[in-house]
């Protein structure tokens, strides 16, 4: 490999090294944000470990600091300490609120923000987040009464928001989105009355389970767990988090084991919400050899240790209420659809394209440089497999799980890969070419 994982030059990615070892992912990212957010929101002190010290996490506390919430610094392997300021104890920022490149910050912001009557926040970031559409946090909001402006309509930053007095009501979300989900319960903490939530199919639960533990009144019901309610007046208590690897980051391991002749990998310390396990669900259908040890529950998360060798893989087909519960996985899902027998077929997954990128047209354009035979639909594609990829010249266009998706395919590819933009990874995976080239030598 041969290169740091903040680098503009193109890396060498060689063809054909099994993996084998142990692999600890960095720290579950979607808990990391709400670890922030929610230790910001309470009284007295959040004390989180294994917090993931990547970019997106970064910009999150960033927010907080210029509101005036003291976070300490974050550096991988120490604990983090967020001093609580209270519901309401938000200052209004002297400038823009900074977002980088982090859908999470920006769309769980808005619904922190709605309800800090009679302040003003901006809210920005970079070029790809300016163009992802917010109007789905937005709308929902404004029922509540939030005041949040925006270019194309509200749908798109540099967003506005005007705090005012919020009301609780029934909010029907037409995704499941724990994004939106979770915005929408932390307009609820100051709003006037119970707020309800209902899902198509149940997201990601992490808000959920963090706001109980933070002293939140929370009830989870409805036909697959779809519909939260909560009823505000309980004051959130500052917590010690203990933050599990992210299952997201643990997928290209998974998956990379699974397909390259001669590897067997111990991924250890993975966060296994059974929200989040879609991922385990399809590599059990397609026959991977992959087996769960030392299960246990840490702070109200369960946790496990994922032992993966490579063997023979049938096709998959995914598609309706498994897709919440493993969109993040696709990108790696559809490479690992390259090495099975049969054609693999992914659907409803439409929310792939307002991603980072839009990931199923960029990973359909870069698998298909590789030589990867699969059509693109609106909502999904459709992979064969048992074909032969070929090393070529390939990008991540910026998207983290792009960017190890392809150093997942490249070890399986005949011939040399060069993947241009490999720093993408660092959004959620800092240490991603280091344990890559560790793991293969």
């Given at each position: 490999?041969?290169?740091?994982?903040h680098?503009?030059?193109?890396?060498q990615l060689?063809a054909?090294?099994?993996?084998?070892?142990r692999?600890?992912?960095?720290g579950?990212?979607?808990?990391s944000?709400?670890?922030?957010l929610?230790?910001?929101?309470?009284e007295?002190?959040?004390c989180?470990?294994?917090?993931?010290?990547?970019?997106?996490?970064?910009s999150?506390?960033?927010c907080?600091?210029?509101?005036g919430?003291?976070?300490?610094?974050?550096?991988a392997g120490?604990?983090v300490?967020?001093?609580?300021?209270?519901l309401?104890?938000?200052?209004?920022?002297?400038?823009?609120?900074?977002c980088?490149?982090s859908?999470t910050t920006?769309?769980?912001?808005?619904?922190?923000?709605?309800?800090r009557?009679g302040?003003?926040?901006?809210l920005?970031g970079?070029?790809?987040?300016?163009g992802?559409?917010?109007g789905?946090?937005?709308?929902?909001?404004a029922?509540?009464?939030?005041?949040?402006?925006?270019?194309?309509?509200?749908?798109l930053?540099?967003?506005?928001v005007?705090?005012?007095p919020?009301?609780?009501?029934?909010?029907h979300?037409?995704v499941?989105?724990?994004?939106?989900?979770?915005?929408?319960?932390?307009?609820?903490?100051?709003?006037?009355g119970?707020?309800?939530?209902?899902?198509?199919?149940?997201?990601?639960d992490?808000?959920?389970?963090?706001?109980?533990?933070?002293?939140?009144?929370?009830?989870?019901?409805?036909?697959?767990?779809?519909?939260?309610?909560?009823t505000?007046?309980?004051g959130?208590?500052?917590?010690?988090?203990?933050?599990?690897?992210?299952?997201?980051?643990?997928?290209?391991w998974l998956?990379?084991?699974?397909?390259?002749?001669?590897s067997?990998?111990?991924?250890e310390?993975?966060?296994?919400n059974?929200?989040?396990?879609?991922?385990?669900?399809?590599?059990e259908?397609?026959?991977?050899?992959?087996s769960?040890?030392?299960r246990?529950?840490v702070?109200g998360?369960?946790?496990?240790?994922l032992q993966?060798q490579?063997?023979?893989?049938?096709?998959f087909?995914i598609?309706?209420?498994?897709?919440?519960?493993?969109?993040?996985?696709i990108?790696?899902l559809a490479?690992?659809?390259?090495?099975?027998?049969?054609t693999?077929?992914?659907?409803?997954?439409?929310?792939l394209?307002?991603k980072?990128?839009?990931?199923?047209?960029?990973?359909?354009r870069?698998?298909g440089t590789?030589?990867?035979?699969?059509?693109?639909?609106?909502?999904?594609m459709?992979?064969g497999?048992?074909?032969?990829?070929?090393g070529a010249?390939?990008?991540?266009?910026?998207d983290?799980?792009?960017?190890?998706?392809?150093?997942?395919?490249?070890?399986?590819a005949?011939?040399?890969?060069?993947l241009?933009?490999?720093?993408?990874?660092?959004?959620?995976y800092?240490?991603f070419?280091?344990?890559l080239?560790?793991?293969?030598?």
């Open positions: 490999m041969g290169l740091p994982a680098t503009s030059t193109p890396l060689p054909g090294p099994c993996l084998r070892g692999v600890r992912v960095p579950d990212k979607s808990i944000h709400r670890a922030l929610f230790g910001a929101i309470a007295g002190d959040t989180i470990e294994g917090l993931l010290p990547a970019e997106d996490p970064l999150t506390a960033a907080l600091r210029a509101m919430v003291t976070v300490s610094e974050i550096r120490e604990t300490t967020v001093q609580g300021v209270g309401d104890g938000f200052r209004e920022p002297t400038a823009v609120l900074e980088g490149n859908g920006m769309r769980l912001m808005l619904g922190l923000l709605a309800g009557v302040r003003h926040f901006v920005s970079d070029a790809s987040l300016r992802r559409p917010m789905r946090v937005a709308a929902p909001l029922q509540m009464g939030a005041q949040i402006h925006g270019r194309s309509d509200g749908n930053a540099p967003l506005a005007q705090g005012q919020l009301r609780g009501t029934t909010i979300t037409p499941a989105s724990a994004q939106v989900k979770s915005a929408i319960l932390l307009a609820g903490l100051t709003a006037a119970a707020t309800t939530v209902i899902e198509p199919a149940q997201s990601r992490h808000s959920e389970r963090m706001l109980r533990a933070f002293g939140a009144q929370l009830e989870v019901g409805g036909p697959g767990l779809t519909q939260v309610t909560l505000p007046g309980h959130l208590r500052g917590q010690t988090v203990v933050v599990p690897g992210d299952i997201s980051s643990a997928a290209f998956v990379a084991a699974a397909i390259t002749p001669g067997e990998l111990t991924v310390n993975v966060g296994l059974p929200s989040r396990t879609g991922i385990l669900e399809v590599l259908q397609m026959g991977a050899r992959i769960v040890h030392s246990r529950d702070a998360e369960p946790v496990g240790d993966v490579h063997g023979p893989l049938q096709a087909e598609g309706g209420e498994l897709i919440p519960r493993l969109v993040d996985e990108p790696v490479v690992a659809a390259c090495a099975a027998e049969g693999s077929r992914i659907r409803d997954a439409a929310e394209r307002v980072e990128t839009d990931r199923l047209a960029v990973m359909a870069q698998l590789m030589g990867a035979r699969l059509e693109e639909f609106e909502d999904g459709a992979i497999g048992g074909g032969e990829l070929r010249e390939v990008d991540s266009e910026t983290h799980r792009v960017a190890m998706s392809l150093a997942v395919a490249a070890g399986i005949r011939g040399r890969t060069t241009h933009r490999p720093e993408a990874a660092a959004v959620s800092p240490g070419w280091d344990d080239r560790r793991l293969s030598s």
